[in-house]
């Protein structure tokens, strides 16, 4: 009678006790150097896959506390009820009410998106569309994309500035020009990146400065592209005054 050599229990009693594991420690739990040995065993358990560090470590499912968009992590490790990193960013973005941003999506799964989100939307799962020069990821259906698309703009402020009184407008202008190039520009992007749908046009015309200027700042700031040793150059500012003596 054949006696089985390798036991998934070994490595149920492992990642009981580890939580999670990569499959370099698994194979020495097993006493194996085969890769196909461990997955073959950790498929009985079963067992869950990161989605961050590149699909490195495992888990058992029965160990995961996943929230209620279906995500759990101890540390850094990062595990998704909905599979790998491509199988959760199409079914985050394809079953949301309003689309995502990149950043949205980064924020919510803390690792680097945007290679993934190319795949995506060259292979067709997705569809991106631009709102105030930032893509949106929506589903590829034209019908759902385009409920996506209005409930986006729905949550956005009026897309004019006639609510805003003539007083408020002097502030802003006269705080705007107190600030040099850089920061002129950050907070023309911020306000736009507040404002939502349209914020580059309607900044623009609330400043008096180039529609490209506010884009420019907001892609800063999204990208987190800022010269922080540059916010205010050399000579800038108030003068010092001197105490005559």
Known sequence: MNTERYSSSLLKIYLKTEIVSTLTDLKE????????????????LPCIKSYSHSGSYYSLEEL???????LWHIGSVRFSQHGTLVETLETFIT??????????????????????????????????????????????????????????QAFKPETNTACISDE????????????????????AGLESIMWGYGGDRMIANLLGINKNTVAKGRQQLLSQNVDENNIRQSGGGRKSIKKNT
Do not use: W
Request: charged share 30%.
């Open 29 to 44: 739990v097993l006493g194996t150097s085969a890769s196909k040995t461990v997955l073959r065993k950790l498929k009985e």
């Open 168 to 187: 408020v407008k002097a502030s802003i202008i006269l705080f705007v020009s107190l600030l040099d190039e850089q920061q002129r520009r950050l907070f």
């Open 64 to 70: 995961a506390q996943f929230d209620k968009l279906g």
């Open 95 to 152: 079953t949301s009410k309003s689309g995502y941003f990149a950043n949205e999506l980064k924020e919510l799964l803390h690792v680097s998106v945007r290679e993934t989100l190319l795949r995506l939307t060259t292979s067709g799962l997705i569809v991106r569309k631009k709102i105030s020069g930032v893509y949106l990821y929506c589903n590829p259906e034209p019908k759902i994309r385009k409920k996506q698309l209005m409930n986006r």
